[in-house]
């Protein structure tokens, strides 16, 4: 669906307003990436994203949908994401810093995904490697933290051994989802924390902060503490330090503490006995609430 004009329809949190989203993408200008299309319902935004790069889409083209009916989370894992609650959006990055680093990707868009709630007015922080969270308990007593989001990167792979191709970044975001809306008691809106987002200028908040966000790492040849995201990034991510749990595809567990970010975006967790052990992909739970 190509961009229309709603403006004559009420503001209803649920809607999009198409105007309003214009406005913001307006304003936003050179700040933001682009083109973004906004569909009304899509199975993934990821799967439309993908079959955009195969067509040439470049780096910064964003896909935003209202409903998604078949949204992926990773290792085929679902995201629900009911019309009009929340904030599904799909972004084509085209690195050109060494494949090798990469794993930076998904933590740089959800230092992105921060900033533009912290312009909103809601305090989020990053559980490594995908999870947008909001601290402290979940709404069932859990540990917590409690996931307001998460992020999805796909590697598209180039046509030539030498071509590294390209990433499609998937964001999502609870925005309006009500109490029996959400899949799992561990998962929390920006709604249900107490604070009114629209999803227009959240939308636009986070493009233009990914942009400025991967323009210093790609500056850096995806050297992250050379271009200061891995510093930034200490600062958003409530793993750091944390004594945690790693579960991994095999079922091997592994308990110590989240010790680093390595420079291809990788944990380094280190038990009692200082043995280091380096994860490049899992599921991490805190042990205790913070
Ligand atoms: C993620 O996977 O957290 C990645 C989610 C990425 C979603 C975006 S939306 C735009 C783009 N298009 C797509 O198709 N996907 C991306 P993972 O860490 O595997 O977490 C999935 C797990 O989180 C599920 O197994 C549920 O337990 C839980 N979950 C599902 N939907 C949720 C929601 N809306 N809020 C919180 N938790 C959810």
Not at 28 to 35: D, K, Q, R, T, V
Not at 135 to 141: V, Y
Not at 216 to 234: F, K, M, N
Request: hydrophobic share 40%; proline share 6%; aromatic share 4%.
């Amino acid at each position: 669906m190509e961009l229309g004009d709603n403006v004559h329809r009420p503001l209803d949190g649920r809607e999009w307003s198409d105007a309003l989203l214009r406005q913001a993408l307006d304003r936003a200008g050179s700040e933001g990436f682009g083109p973004v299309v906004v569909i009304e319902s899509t199975g993934s935004t990821n799967a439309d994203a993908i079959n955009q790069v195969r067509e040439g889409a470049p780096e910064g083209f964003a896909v935003i949908a209202n409903e998604q009916t078949q949204g992926r989370g990773r290792l085929e894992r679902v995201w629900v994401s009911p019309p009009g609650a929340g904030l599904a959006m799909s972004v084509v990055l085209r690195p050109t810093a060494p494949l090798a680093t990469w794993g930076w990707l998904p933590l740089i868009a959800g230092m992105a995904v921060v900033a533009g709630l912290g312009e909103q007015g809601v305090e989020s922080r990053l559980k490594w490697p995908n999870d947008i969270v909001i601290a402290g308990p979940s709404r069932d007593g859990g540990p917590g933290p409690r996931k307001l989001g998460g992020l999805l990167l796909e590697r598209v792979v180039g046509e030539h051994p030498a071509d590294s191709g390209a990433a499609v970044v998937g964001i999502g975001i609870n925005v309006d989802l009500r109490e029996d809306e959400l899949p799992v008691p561990t998962a929390t809106s920006t709604f249900l924390e107490g604070v009114a987002v629209r999803r227009e200028p959240l939308a636009v908040d986070v493009l233009g902060h990914l942009r400025l966000l991967l323009m210093s790492w790609q500056q850096a040849e995806g050297d992250a503490e050379l271009s200061g995201v891995a510093s930034t990034y200490r600062e958003v991510c409530l793993t750091l330090g944390e004594q945690v749990r790693v579960t991994r595809p095999p079922g091997d567990d592994l308990l110590g503490v989240a010790s680093a970010i390595d420079s291809a975006g990788r944990l380094i967790v280190t038990d009692g006995d200082g043995l280091s052990t380096t994860v490049a992909a899992g599921d991490v739970h805190h042990v205790r609430s913070r």
